[in-house]
Every structure is written in structure tokens, then in C-alpha cells.
């Protein structure tokens, strides 16, 4: 299976458990990844990376952090399936490398013990030796070496120190030929593995393409659950119920001969463990306090914890939204400077308008989030590199826990407030399967950084600006503040009736290893950076792309007919031959108000054909469904059109108010305001807008999911469109209901 | 709730306590772990093994305990009860 182009490449797996500097050691050997496998359904990603020693070319797989090569959910499969050669996604391995945190190592050899089951020749990486100094616990690494028959080799990643002597020890293993796996398990339990593999092999078919490997036979014994029996025998055409049957008799003469299934396996492992590392591995007889000890007794505190993450938070969201804004106002600017170009370059008409309009913004709509989600990781990735995001996540846990939820779910709703693209994404870190889905589903609720624009413009335009609880806290900032706190509540409230209902279960138990404090490696952030980039780029990116086109075509299609368009094209042509009049006679000021008068007729052309277009007709149609809300067909339509994304409506708005698209820009949010208040009913002619109307898109925009990226992101991490759907069903409908109780509550408070 | 009952029945039996009564400072050793299968086994791959030594650093719900170097943040609630026997007095 090695690419044919090469056919000498040894391929080397690194594997270890979570924090054990396994990512900084995968970037000291080979730097930045070539490439990453993903795989549909699974969230699992592995990095393949390449170097060169001993003049031969190298592939290192990266294959993510596990406790355990237990398979019982599909990403755990992936891991297993990788490490046998069982997936075309990566290269088999020739050799494994396993990073052994020598601060924990117990835990970490509980996984070196499976590894060597494996049958691949293994080294042994011994990382985090200044941290285990720190708690004085020494080891023998030579001692180490004999005992397990594999090199063991103290590596400082971050320091480039061992790194060569890692690489030599790789080469010399590569070249010999691998031990034969050992066994831990008492004999009785080897005996029933024995039994099996001999049936598995007597109902074996002829082109042995469902060859199981001797450690996933064992795996099938342990394996309680049944997903490993469902998953080997799906696509194979063995007797599965017969060897169903033999497995539970196995099970119950193992019971019998005091070998519990699946307590025999960490019994025998750990009572491995013991063997293995007695006399070469001395813990200090009282646990010295360290730095990071002291660090902890603040940071987990109720009291000190709780303030210090409030203050990350604070400061964290502050560096999203400033140290963006200047990226984001440059790629708009980009963005504005090729739309110039293309409006010098080509003569007006719909290819023009497609390519400005739908193209040019529509990846202007991708690119803009970009600096958000890296600054976002950025910050993310050094706060859980360096330790703080497990310290984060078990101070949020009580909280969490009271929505059925645990502290794991925090982070990826603390991203949602930034962007809950992102905030999806980092689920990933949620082992239960409910629990992952109940956070998906509620991350889109979080008041995204989409959604201020709207927020600011209806307060700045309707909330009177008044000071209460003298003077301390202004109206305006109060309804802000009101409108996350909506976002927070109904997500909370969703949570706990999709834990009762659809995903019915206890709130999930909280095991999180808080790992010890260290220096975020700035290779390993960068990395994780642009990967997070990369991902929101090809996910989200075309589908906004391409929504953004379709949107173009419901705004600008049917065209006007030259009937309806004459008397704007009458009014400019009248205009433009008093401005060449004006600039004849050198009037200044007179020139001036006619530039603005003929910018005024091309903003209602534009208006006009808005209105005339698919989506203004949409609008019309609709116009019964939203008037409960205190809407008319423009909102109407403006909400259509932001449905791809909510950040566009401030600039359909503009559009459809007669106000021009540049409504987003500069003082267009004040013109649009005023022209916002200006607007009536064309039949009473009473104003359109009052504070119920205000209040009642805020709490639309609030709660409905108007984000095509997110369902996209949805989509993926979930594995399929159900529930994408549920989320865009379940979102709408809150909205559509709460902007009504909304609209209709402030219509009785205000009278 | 059946899982506290099994794992109350078994701690009568054998003088062990729950890890939850552990006070700041003080150890224990692993004597069971009871409660749904699967996160059993978890926990035991995470080092909870039978005579493994923990420490309790901060009790309470979730409480973080100490085991073989490593920090846990710990909750268990309804789902599972690990059950320690006293040993050594506080440090």
C-alpha cells in the first residue's frame, strides 16, 4: 500500500496519550503536516508529515491523543484501523512511536501495553522528564529499555533535545524485524483468544479479505459494548450471531475462572504496568508541591477561578473583536478595490453585476471571517496548550451540569460568542455522543459577533437613550445586554428539554485530566491555526460562495422593464445635463447637490428593482406570515435575504430603504437609521418602526439561524443532514415565536 | 437509585467509603469502582485500578483529585461511585 512513486518510504505512527507533548514532537520531527485525512462521519483527524534521516525519506502519521486502543465508537476505530493498516487513508505503519509522559507514567505505559500487542516494532518516546524532576519522581530509562526489549528515549521537543537520537532509534527498529507480540493477560483469557481466532479461521472465507488481526480478536472479546461485533461483521459475510453466541460462552468461562470480562483487562495491564516499572520508576514518598500546585489552588477556586476566567473571557472576546478589525477592514477594502476594478474593466450589464454582487462578495463574505476564527484559535489553542482550558471547563461544570450538560461543553459555547463556526468545531473534544450533539445543536444560539451590527443598528435607531438606576447603566446598553442573556436562556432551556427528550440522559459524568501547566509551543498553535482556517475555508466557504450567488440572482432577477425603469432614467438623464450645466458655470455648491441628487435616483433604481426582484415579491408573499410580528414586506424580504447570513440584512436594508448598500459603512448606519425611522405604512401611513417592531427583529436575529456556514459546519461534524435541518427547523420556529410574544407584549406595555 | 445501593452494600461489607467523603489533604485506596459498564472501564484505563493511592486536592462536586502524578476533575453524580479505603492520615 506505500504510494508508488516511493517505494522505500518507511511510514512511522506516533501515537500517546492526550498532553503528553505528542503534537510538539510531531512538529520537531517533520514540521508542518503535507497533508491531514479526514474521514466522513468521524472527527478524528491525522496529520501526515515527512522527514529525511539516514538518507532515506520517512512519512510520520500523527494519529490523535487516546487513553486507550479500546475501538467502541468510530473515532476510536479510525486510531485502530490506522495502527493495523486497515484504512487506505494513511500508509500502514512500519514502526509505532509512542509518546510516554514520564510525569504519568503508569497511565501512559497502561498504553504501551496494548501497543506491544500490536506485533510493530515500537521506541518509546519519554517526554515531560523536566516535569516528572519537578515532582521527583526519577526513572531508569536504560533499565527501562532492557525490561521492555524497545528503546526508551528522553525527548525535550520543545528544546530540540533527543530528536536525533529518537530519529536513530526509529532507523535501527525500522530495520529489524518486529517482536512477537506479548501478551499481559492470564492464561485462561490467552486460551479463549486462542479458541477464537481458531473459529474466526474455520468460518474464514476463501479471499480472506476479512483477515481479523489477533489484537482485534482479543478486542472482540473484551468489547462489551458489541459496536466492535457490529462493526467487523457488517460488511463481512461471517456467521456473526454464531460467533455472537461463542463470544458470550468465552465470556462466562472466563467469569468462572475469575478473568471478569472487561475487568481482566486493566487488571492485567495495570499488574503489568507494576512489573514493569518496579525498581526503575521511584515516586517521592510525599507529593512535593510545584509551581504549578500553587497555580491551581487559585485557579480552581470557586471564588479567585471563577473571576480569573471571567477576566480571560472578557479579555479574550475584547482581542477577537479589536485586533480583527483592522485584517477585516483591509480585506473589505480589497474586496471594494477588485469590485472598482471590475466596474472600470467591464461595461455595465449582468455579467458586471454577477461578478461584483455575487462572486466578489460572495467570497468577500468568506474571507472576512477569517481573521475572527484565527485570532479565535489563536487564543484557544495557547490557553489549552498551556493547560487552562481543563481548569476553565471544571469550573464551569457545576453550572453545565444543571442544564444536563458537563464542564466540557463550556468551551465550545464560549467560542460560539465570537463565531459558532468555530464553537462547532471544538465539540470535538466531547466524548459522549449526546452531549456533543445536545452542545451543536445550542452553540448557534450564542449571540454571535454576526448579530451585533444588527443589535447596533435597531438600538441606535429606537432605544431612547436613557440613563437608569442613576445613572450607572444606559437603556441602550441594557437591551444589549438583554438580547445575549436571551440567546443564553432559551440555549439553556433547549438544552434541558433535548436531554429529557431526543437525547434523553443523565447529566454525563465529568473525567477530565487536568494536565500540568506549560509554555504553549508556538509551532504547535500555529499549526492547529491554520488547519481550524483551512477547515472553515473549505466547509463554509463554498457553500456561502455559492449561496451568495443564488442570493444575487433572487435580488437582481426579473429585470425591470424599460416602462417601469424610464422615469429614474428620465430624472438621472435630467440631472447629469444640469451637473454638465453646473460644471460649465463653475458653481461648486450646485454641482455638489446634483452628485448627491443622482446618487439619491440610483439608489431608488436599485430600490425599485429590489422590490421588483424575486426576493421583493418573496417579501410581498409573505408579508401576511410577519405582520404578527409588526413587520411589512420590506423587513420581510431584508429577513429573507439574510437567511444565507445575518450580517447582510443591515446592507439589504439599505438597499430596499433606498438608502444604498454602503449602509454598512461609515455614517450609512445613521442614514439608514433615519431613513428607518422615516418609513410608514403606504396605507394609514403611520411609521413603520416603533420600539415593539425594533425589538422584534432584535429577538428574531437573536434567536433564528440565519447562517448557512454553521448548518454547513453542522453537516459535517454530525455526519449527516438531519441535523442541520433540526437546527434550522427548531431555531426558525423559536424565532418566529418569540419575536411574536415579543412584538405583542411591547405592543400592550407601550399601549 | 440502584447503582448507590450496590455500591452502599458493598462499602458496609468492606469498611470502604465513598471517595466523595474525602476531605482536602487526605488519601485513599481504589477498593471499587461501580456504575454503568462502559465508564467503569474507563475510569480503570485512567488509572482508577483497585489499591491505586488518590488524593483528595479540592472536594466537592466536581472534586480534583490526585493519582499516580496526574490531576483529574472528577464528577460522578448518579452515574458511577468509586469507593476508597481510608489510608494514611492527612498529609
Same mark, same amino acid.
Given at each position: ?119 510493530? !516494532? ?52 525500522? =530495520? ?32 480472506? =479479505?476479512?483477515?481479523? !488481526? ?13 459496536? +466492535? ?32 470480562? !472487561? ?19 521511584? *515516586?517521592?514518598?510525599? *507529593? ?6 500553587? +497555580? ?6 470557586? +471564588? ?96 453545565? #451540569? ?151 440572482? #433572487?435580488?437582481?432577477? !426579473? ?134 417592531? =425594533? ?15 454553521? +448548518? ?33 407584549? #411591547? ?5 | ?22 476531605? &482536602? ?26 489499591? &491505586? ?26 452515574? &458511577? ?7 494514611? &492520615?492527612?498529609?
Amino acid at each position: 500500500m506505500s504510494p508508488v512513486t516511493e517505494p522505500h518510504r518507511v511510514a512511522v505512527a506516533l501515537i500517546g496519550n492526550p498532553n503528553t507533548g505528542k503534537s510538539t514532537l510531531f512538529g520537531a520531527i517533520s514540521g508542518i503536516p503535507q497533508r491531514v485525512g479526514n474521514y466522513p462521519g468521524v472527527t478524528v483527524e491525522m496529520a501526515v508529515g515527512e522527514f529525511t534521516h539516514a538518507g532515506r525519506r520517512w512519512s510520520l502519521i500523527d494519529l490523535p491523543g487516546t487513553y486507550s486502543l479500546a475501538p467502541r465508537s468510530p473515532d476510536e476505530m479510525v486510531t485502530v484501523d490506522a495502527l493495523l493498516g486497515r484504512t487506505p487513508a494513511v500508509p500502514p505503519p512500519d514502526l509505532v512511536v509512542c509518546v510516554v509522559a514520564a510525569n504519568n507514567l503508569e497511565r501512559n505505559f497502561y498504553l504501551v501495553s496494548q501497543v506491544l500487542e500490536l506485533g510493530l !516494532p515500537l521506541v518509546v518516546a519519554l517526554s515531560m522528564v523536566d516535569l516528572a524532576d519537578a515532582q521527583g519522581t526519577t526513572i531508569d530509562a536504560p533499565g527501562l529499555s532492557i525490561r521492555l526489549g524497545v528503546p526508551v528515549v528522553p525527548v525535550q521537543a520543545h528544546r530540540g533535545i533527543g530528536i536525533e537520537e529518537l530519529k536513530g532509534a526509529i532507523a535501527r527498529g525500522a =530495520a529489524r524485524p518486529a517482536p512477537p507480540p506479548e501478551s499481559p493477560f492470564p492464561e485462561p483469557f490467552q486460551d479463549e483468544v486462542r479458541r477464537l481466532e481458531s473459529l474466526l479461521a474455520s468460518e474464514q472465507p476463501i479471499n480472506g =479479505a476479512c483477515t481479523i !488481526p489477533r489484537y482485534l480478536v482479543e478486542r472482540l472479546l473484551l468489547d462489551t459494548s458489541g459496536y +466492535l461485533h457490529e462493526r467487523l461483521f457488517q460488511d463481512c459475510p461471517l456467521d456473526g450471531p454464531g460467533i455472537k453466541q461463542a463470544l458470550r460462552e468465552a465470556r462466562e468461562r472466563l467469569a468462572e475462572n475469575h478473568c471478569p470480562v !472487561p475487568e481482566v483487562e486493566t487488571l492485567a495491564r495495570y499488574s503489568w504496568v507494576a512489573r514493569t516499572t518496579q525498581g526503575l520508576v521511584a *515516586h517521592p514518598d510525599e *507529593h512535593r508541591v510545584t509551581w504549578g500546585d500553587r +497555580l491551581d489552588s487559585v485557579l480552581t477556586s470557586r +471564588l479567585w477561578g471563577s473571576l480569573f476566567l471571567a477576566l480571560v473571557m472578557l479579555l479574550m472576546f475584547n482581542a477577537v473583536f479589536t485586533w480583527a478589525k483592522w485584517p477585516m477592514d483591509g480585506i473589505e477594502a480589497l474586496i471594494g478595490g477588485a469590485s472598482q476594478r471590475i466596474e472600470a474593466a467591464l461595461p455595465e450589464g449582468p455579467l458586471r453585476s454577477l461578478l461584483i454582487d455575487g462572486v466578489i462578495s460572495g467570497i468577500g463574505a468568506v474571507v472576512v471571517f477569517l481573521p475572527q476564527i484565527f485570532i479565535l484559535f489563536l487564543i484557544l489553542t495557547s490557553l489549552e496548550e498551556c493547560g487552562y482550558l481543563a481548569r476553565a471547563a471544571y469550573i464551569m461544570d457545576r453550572l453545565m #451540569a444543571r442544564v444536563g450538560l458537563s464542564g466540557k461543553s463550556f468551551i465550545p459555547l464560549l467560542s460560539s460568542f465570537a463565531c459558532a463556526i468555530p464553537g462547532v468545531m471544538s465539540t470535538r473534544v466531547i466524548e459522549d455522543r449526546r452531549d456533543r450533539l445536545t452542545t451543536i445543536l445550542i452553540a448557534p444560539l450564542m449571540s454571535c459577533s454576526a448579530r451585533l451590527p444588527v443589535y447596533t443598528l435597531m438600538i441606535a435607531a429606537f432605544i431612547p437613550e436613557r440613563r437608569l438606576l442613576g445613572g450607572m447603566i444606559g437603556l441602550q446598553g441594557l437591551t444589549l445586554f438583554a438580547l445575549y442573556l436571551v440567546g443564553i436562556v432559551v440555549a439553556a432551556a433547549v438544552a434541558l428539554v433535548l436531554k429529557r427528550t431526543l437525547l434523553r440522559g443523565a447529566p454525563p459524568p465529568f473525567v477530565m485530566e487536568l494536565p500540568p501547566y506549560k509554555w504553549p509551543s508556538p509551532r504547535v498553535v500555529f499549526r492547529r491555526m491554520l488547519e481550524r482556517g483551512w477547515d472553515f475555508l473549505r466547509n463554509a466557504g463554498t457553500i456561502i460562495f455559492a449561496v451568495s450567488i443564488v442570493m444575487w440572482g #433572487a435580488l437582481s432577477y !426579473p429585470r425591470m422593464s424599460s416602462g417601469e425603469a424610464a422615469p429614474f432614467l428620465a430624472e438621472r438623464q435630467r440631472l447629469e445635463s444640469r451637473l454638465a450645466a453646473a460644471r460649465g458655470s463653475g458653481d461648486a455648491a450646485e454641482e455638489e447637490a446634483i452628485a448627491a441628487g443622482l446618487a439619491d435616483v440610483a439608489n431608488w433604481l436599485e430600490g425599485a428593482q429590489k422590490r421588483q426582484s424575486l426576493l421583493g415579491r418573496a417579501g410581498r408573499l409573505i408579508e401576511p406570515m410577519v405582520k404578527p410580528l409588526g413587520w411589512d414586506w420590506r423587513i420581510g424580504s431584508a429577513v429573507i435575504a439574510s437567511f444565507p447570513a445575518r450580517e447582510v440584512v443591515v446592507a439589504t436594508l439599505g438597499v430596499i430603504f433606498d438608502v444604498g448598500k454602503d449602509a454598512a459603512e461609515g455614517d450609512g448606519s445613521l442614514r439608514l437609521g433615519s431613513a428607518l425611522r422615516a418609513a410608514s405604512w403606504p396605507q394609514t401611513g403611520r411609521p413603520l418602526f416603533n420600539i415593539p417592531v =425594533a425589538l422584534s427583529i432584535m429577538v428574531f436575529f437573536a434567536l433564528c439561524a440565519q447562517c448557512v456556514s454553521t +448548518l454547513a459546519v453542522i453537516g459535517r461534524e454530525t455526519g449527516s443532514w438531519t441535523w442541520p435541518a433540526f437546527t434550522f427547523a427548531y431555531m426558525t420556529a423559536l424565532a418566529y415565536l418569540a419575536a411574536f410574544l415579543t412584538y405583542q407584549v #411591547a405592543m400592550w406595555v407601550c399601549g | 437509585m440502584r447503582v448507590s445501593g450496590q455500591a452502599v452494600a458493598v462499602a458496609e461489607r468492606t469498611k470502604l467509603v465513598p471517595l466523595s467523603l474525602l476531605r &482536602a489533604g487526605e488519601k485513599g485506596r481504589i477498593g471499587g469502582v461501580y456504575g454503568d459498564g462502559a465508564l467503569v472501564h474507563r475510569l480503570r484505563e485512567m488509572g482508577l485500578h483497585d489499591g &491505586a493511592m488518590v488524593h483528595m486536592v479540592r472536594p466537592g462536586s466536581p472534586c480534583i483529585i490526585r493519582l499516580k502524578g496526574q490531576s483529574l476533575g472528577f464528577r460522578m453524580d448518579d452515574v &458511577a461511585h468509586v469507593l476508597v479505603q481510608l489510608g494514611g &492520615a492527612s498529609s
